[in-house]
Nanobody
Framework: QVQLVESGGGLVQAGGSLRLSCTASGLPFSSYVMGWFRQPPGKEREFVAGISGRGRNTYYPDSVKGRFTISRDNGKNTVYLQMNSLNVGDTAVYYC?????????????WGQGTQVTVSS
């Protein structure tokens, strides 16, 4: 059974930074592309970052490019999301997941997520 446990969220002022972590179990972690998603209040879940199995390739939508950095430690089965220059629009519940071959569609393995709230 695949389990994903996200942590590191919290309340931060605009312009601040947070680092999220997600530890996975029940899957061959280094074999999977991993990603981060977020769901703002009242909106649909959206993709924010992806990283290849060995961590050599990363990709982001324009909305977070240059501010967010995804990384992974395969020895710890953990993927990270460093978020800098946060703004109110980044407020959301953040989730990690393994990604399918198209590199953006998640599997159906959702954890509980971690809440990020950015105040103005």
């Amino acid at each position: 059974q695949v389990q994903l446990v996200e942590s590191g969220g919290g309340l931060v002022q605009a312009g601040g930074s947070l680092r999220l972590s997600c530890t996975a179990s029940g899957l061959p972690f280094s074999s999977y592309v991993m990603g981060w998603f977020r769901q703002p209040p009242g909106k649909e879940r959206e993709f924010v970052a992806g990283i290849s199995g060995r961590g050599r390739n990363t990709y982001y939508p324009d909305s977070v490019k240059g501010r967010f950095t995804i990384s992974r430690d395969n020895g710890k089965n953990t993927v990270y999301l460093q978020m800098n220059s946060l703004n109110v629009g980044d407020t959301a519940v953040y989730y990690c997941n393994a990604l399918r071959n198209d590199l953006i569609t998640p599997y159906d393995y959702w954890g509980q997520g971690t809440q990020v709230t950015v105040s103005s």
